[in-house]
């Protein structure tokens, strides 16, 4: 007698989107869940082999359907409706003047950063170099990112003419559209472009503390990270910077060592303190974010090059 997994498979694909639904912030509840699958998913696998389907075609259909629809209040007829991230849970640390060096950390975290949301509208502006138009932050791809950063490093632009700008931008004026979500996008582009000058930025001051207690968390998780992979990098600096000891001992009467590892460990011990200096100002609130990591950047140069810190 053949089995019926009917029930089976329904659940299973579920499951399914109510994890999708999780990831994605949607606060679909499990009879949601349930009722969208009955009206959307369901039908197309009803009659199927359960040991044929692969939860990872179900994913992508799931993802295929919700790219443009939402869970009904009632029913189970799905309503068109898009989910975004809001530019004013965007603080304005995020949005502050980066070097162009800084971007791939800035959109997609890393070094202290908090990263975009997935969700978050976003388009990427720079003159002859990229023009990704309105997308989701999540359809950006890291290698894109990379790509612009060494384009615009072959440009060898001045100090000062480098620097990425972002801007919050509204897609209507409707006072009606005002509170909608999908109605504001983050500009990304260079100071003094063609985006730069044809777009009005919105006014808007978003401070840490407006944020979502789940999204402090995670600007907190960032920093901490931040903090470790600094304190391993000064640690491995220690290391590279110590004598090792010698594997033949020096003839007699042979001159003495010239003291050059000496001075190496004490070029990095100067180094980390002025680094440190710097750190601090920012801190207190003495130099801005841009500062900060302008002259950070000069402190590094500086000692590569074999300057005094």
């Known amino acids: 007698m053949k089995k019926n997994f009917s029930m089976k498979i329904f659940n299973l694909i579920a499951k399914r989107v109510y994890k999708i639904s999780k990831k994605r912030k949607l606060g679909w ?34 993802i295929a359907i919700l790219d443009g629809k939402a869970m009904p209040a009632v029913g189970v007829t799905a309503k068109k409706a898009e989910v975004c991230f809001n530019i004013n849970q965007v603080t304005n640390d995020q949005t502050d003047d980066i070097g162009f060096y800084y971007l791939k950390d800035r959109i997609f975290g890393g070094n202290g950063e908090l990263g975009f949301d997935d969700n978050l509208k976003i388009a990427v502006e720079v003159d002859g170099l ?12 890291t290698s894109d ?59 808007m001051d978003v401070k840490e503390k407006d944020l979502s207690p789940e999204l402090k968390a995670k600007l907190d998780e960032a920093r901490k990270l931040d903090e470790a992979s600094k304190q391993a990098m000064a640690n491995k600096k220690r290391v590279v910077g110590m004598e090792r000891p010698k594997q033949v001992e020096p003839k007699k009467g ?16 100067a180094l980390n303190r002025t680094l440190e200096i710097l750190k601090e100002d920012y801190k207190d609130g003495l130099i801005t974010k841009k500062q900060y990591q302008a002259r950070q950047q000069q402190i590094l140069n500086k000692f590569e090059r074999g300057g005094k810190i």
Request: aromatic content about 8%.
């Open 145 to 203: 990112i990379t790509n612009l950063i060494s384009e615009i490093r072959k440009l060898k632009l001045p100090s000062g003419d480098d620097s990425i700008i972002f801007k919050r931008v509204m897609i209507s004026d409707k006072i009606s559209e005002m509170n909608n979500p999908c109605n504001g996008y983050i500009l990304i582009t260079m100071l003094g472009s063609s985006a730069d000058v044809n777009t009005n930025e919105v006014d």
């Open 29 to 62: 509840t499990w009879q949601q869940c349930q009722k969208w699958t009955s009206a959307n998913l369901y039908k197309s696998y009803k009659g199927k082999s359960f040991s044929k389907i692969k939860v990872t075609d179900v994913d992508k259909e799931v």
């Open 130 to 141: 990229i023009s990704t138009g309105l997308i989701k932050k999540y359809q950006l791809a």
């Open 254 to 269: 042979a001159e003495e060592p010239s003291g050059k590892t000496v001075l190496d460990a004490e070029r990095y011990k």
